[in-house]
């Protein structure tokens, strides 16, 4: 007797229609025929075929959905909710927001902020004193992260725990591992449900924006392992997805287990320039005038590097200055010698930020496969002959930095993100900050950094199928309204257009996002 099977029921299709639609497959396509997480059809709506739902999008740009290649989504969602001081302009201001922000809160509660920058202050750039912000805080416990976020702010009480840790300062402002340790005892005192909607608030924010994906970036001194699985649990859940890179030195096995797809990515071979301890190979001009701190040696990235192949991960590592970049391009050549140039290309390892380079460093990127995970925002903010790259580093390197056009045009494999909360969730201005850097010899076509900013997210997690609209590529893309008009079918991205507005994010054939 033979069993007969139920087929189940076709999934339903979806005919979005009226648009503009940003595919290689047909660059004259007004529709594009999706049936549950596929796209399955593009062309012309005059040959459309039928479909079950039929969405008239109006005119609007359908694009691939951005990705974001570096972010820290609970600080996102708390620097969203929380004090944000990007905008204070003096030490007296940062104060005078301290006070009113702790008015609002418990005897008990620390006053978390995030986003001062002093080299924006003028000639006064001397932050407050811990004392000082204890009294404009009412006593209560203090933690103001620098813009980098690798520095802060703190309190007499957070101050009092890093006494002898390099880094201290007893003035209150905490840098290297001072500052990790005045870090981990802020946040200890948020609760997990503060947490967790933090991380629910970032990433439908992340949504709103047209991204469908985001790439985590955890770590001792980071973030908490239980921080980390807590957002990788959220992935795809009606939200962007989360790939997780656990920066943590030999520890690709943690990072597995962890369920990261990488052991990389806040894993610091030295810190930031806006804190003054990126490693670079000539002196800082302002501040100390020394020349920062390297984490790493060239003998533990190889040994890293080998960690992360005996596991089958991506490694990667946080590296800004010339120096520590130089460090990190020592310990590939001593892994290559062990497993060969091709291994290490296959495996697409990163280097997050790469913000000071030279054409030895571009080429050797190029030999070793480095993905560059590059973030255009800080040329936007800190770029150029007047901000906070020239005070640091002086207008000559200033305008080398951030060198994302060269290492295009070279080879280099670039995934653009924003670093948030040191920058803002903000794609559509990144992809126009790649476009008009400060240095003209650094500028990338639309074309190139809009690719860069989806298509690149993707690579760089090994998903060469996705970030590209194409019959039997994944249904993930997101409906525009572009306010400047289309230049073909990218937005007119100039210098002072209005950015496009997202109007809906699909993830997989899932609206993940819809204006209301």
Same mark, same amino acid.
């Given at each position: 007797?033979?069993?007969?099977?139920? !087929?189940?029921?076709?999934?339903?299709?979806?005919?979005?229609?009226?648009?503009?639609?940003?595919? !290689?497959?047909?660059?004259?396509?007004?529709?594009?025929?999706?049936?549950?997480? %596929?796209?399955?059809?593009?062309?012309?709506?005059?040959?459309? !075929?039928?479909?079950?739902?039929? /969405?008239?999008?109006?005119?609007? $740009?359908?694009?691939?959905?951005?990705?974001?290649?570096?972010?820290?989504?609970?600080? %996102?969602?708390?620097?969203?909710?929380?004090?944000?001081?990007?905008?204070?302009?003096?030490? +007296?201001?940062?104060?005078?927001? #301290?006070?009113?922000?702790?008015?609002?809160?418990?005897?008990?509660? /620390?006053?978390?902020?995030?986003?001062?920058?002093? &080299? %924006?202050?003028?000639?006064?750039?001397?932050?407050?004193?811990?004392?000082?912000?204890?009294?404009?805080?009412?006593?209560? &416990?203090?933690?103001?992260?620098?813009?980098?976020?690798?520095?802060?702010?703190?309190?007499?009480?957070?101050?009092?725990?890093?006494?002898?840790?390099?880094?201290?300062?007893?003035?209150?402002?905490?840098?290297?591992?001072?500052?990790? /340790?005045?870090?981990?005892?802020?946040?200890?005192?948020?609760?997990?449900?503060?947490?967790?909607?933090?991380?629910?608030?970032?990433?439908?924010?992340?949504?709103?924006?047209?991204?469908?994906?985001?790439?985590?970036?955890?770590?001792? *001194? %980071?973030?908490?392992?239980?921080?980390?699985?807590? $957002?990788?649990?959220?992935?795809?859940?009606?939200?962007?997805? #989360?790939?997780?890179?656990?920066?943590?030195?030999?520890?690709?096995?943690?990072?597995?287990?962890?369920?990261?797809?990488?052991?990389?990515?806040?894993?610091?071979?030295?810190?930031?320039?806006?804190?003054?301890?990126?490693?670079?190979?000539?002196?800082?001009?302002? *501040?100390?005038? *020394?020349?920062?701190?390297?984490?790493?040696?060239?003998?533990?990235?190889?040994?890293?590097?080998?960690?992360?192949?005996?596991?089958?991960?991506?490694?990667?590592?946080?590296?800004?200055?010339?120096?520590?970049?130089?460090?990190?391009?020592?310990?590939?050549?001593?892994?290559?010698?062990?497993?060969?140039?091709?291994?290490?290309?296959?495996?697409?390892?990163?280097?997050?930020?790469?913000?000071?380079?030279?054409?030895?460093?571009?080429?050797?990127?190029?030999?070793?496969?480095?993905?560059?995970?590059?973030?255009?925002?800080?040329?936007?903010?800190?770029?150029?002959?007047?901000?906070?790259?020239?005070?640091?580093?002086?207008?000559?390197?200033?305008?080398?930095?951030?060198?994302?056009?060269?290492?295009?045009?070279?080879? /280099?494999?670039?995934?653009?993100?924003?670093?948030?909360?040191?920058?803002?969730?903000?794609?559509?201005?990144?992809?126009?900050?790649?476009?008009?850097?400060?240095?003209?010899?650094?500028?990338?076509?639309?074309?190139?950094?809009?690719?860069?900013? +989806?298509?690149?997210?993707?690579?760089?997690?090994?998903?060469? *199928?996705?970030?590209?609209?194409?019959?039997?590529?994944?249904?993930?893309?997101?409906?525009?309204?572009?306010?400047?008009?289309?230049?073909?079918?990218?937005?007119?991205?100039?210098?002072?257009?209005?950015?496009?507005?997202?109007?809906? +994010?699909?993830?997989?054939?899932? +609206?993940?996002?819809?204006?209301?």
């Amino acid at each position: 007797m033979q069993t007969s099977v139920t !087929p189940l029921p076709a999934e339903p299709t979806t005919l979005w229609c009226n648009a503009v639609v940003r595919s !290689p497959a047909d660059p004259a396509a007004t529709a594009m025929l999706t049936r549950g997480q %596929t796209i399955v059809w593009l062309g012309p709506l005059a040959d459309a !075929p039928s479909a079950d739902v039929r /969405v008239d999008l109006g005119g609007a $740009l359908v694009t691939p959905a951005f990705v974001d290649a570096h972010v820290h989504a609970t600080d %996102t969602g708390l620097a969203l909710a929380g004090l944000d001081l990007s905008a204070v302009r003096s030490a +007296t201001d940062l104060l005078k927001a #301290v006070s009113g922000f702790a008015d609002g809160l418990g005897q008990d509660a /620390v006053v978390l902020g995030h986003g001062f920058d002093e &080299s %924006t202050w003028g000639a006064a750039q001397t932050p407050p004193s811990a004392a000082e912000l204890d009294r404009a805080a009412g006593g209560r &416990s203090v933690y103001l992260s620098q813009a980098s976020i690798h520095s802060a702010l703190v309190s007499s009480d957070l101050l009092a725990l890093a006494v002898g840790v390099p880094g201290y300062d007893e003035s209150g402002w905490v840098r290297r591992d001072a500052h990790h /340790v005045v870090r981990e005892k802020a946040f200890g005192q948020i609760t997990y449900g503060q947490r967790q909607q933090a991380q629910v608030t970032a990433l439908r924010h992340a949504a709103s924006l047209g991204i469908a994906a985001v790439h985590e970036c955890g770590g001792p *001194g %980071t973030s908490s392992e239980n921080d980390f699985t807590d $957002l990788l649990r959220l992935s795809g859940q009606g939200l962007p997805e #989360v790939y997780g890179f656990w920066g943590e030195l030999m520890g690709a096995a943690k990072a597995r287990e962890l369920g990261a797809v990488g052991a990389g990515g806040d894993l610091y071979a030295d810190g930031a320039l806006g804190s003054r301890t990126a490693h670079v190979t000539k002196n800082y001009l302002d *501040g100390e005038q *020394g020349c920062g701190h390297g984490y790493v040696t060239a003998e533990q990235v190889r040994d890293h590097l080998l960690d992360c192949h005996a596991h089958r991960m991506q490694g990667g590592f946080h590296a800004i200055g010339d120096e520590a970049i130089s460090t990190v391009v020592a310990g590939f050549a001593l892994a290559e010698q062990r497993l060969g140039v091709d291994a290490i290309r296959d495996a697409r390892h990163r280097v997050e930020h790469a913000e000071i380079m030279d054409k030895r460093l571009i080429a050797a990127f190029v030999e070793f496969g480095i993905v560059a995970s590059m973030q255009p925002a800080f040329d936007r903010l800190w770029g150029g002959t007047a901000q906070m790259y020239a005070q640091r580093l002086g207008v000559e390197r200033s305008l080398a930095s951030n060198p994302m056009g060269q290492m295009h045009n070279t080879g /280099v494999a670039l995934a653009f993100g924003s670093d948030s909360p040191v920058t803002p969730l903000d794609p559509w201005g990144s992809v126009r900050a790649a476009m008009w850097h400060f240095n003209p010899q650094q500028r990338m076509s639309a074309k190139s950094a809009f690719a860069a900013h +989806t298509r690149g997210g993707w690579r760089s997690v090994h998903r060469d *199928g996705e970030g590209v609209l194409v019959p039997g590529a994944p249904a993930t893309f997101a409906v525009w309204r572009a306010p400047a008009g289309l230049q073909g079918t990218l937005p007119m991205l100039g210098q002072h257009d209005e950015l496009p507005v997202c109007v809906r +994010t699909v993830l997989r054939g899932e +609206t993940i996002y819809a204006q209301q």
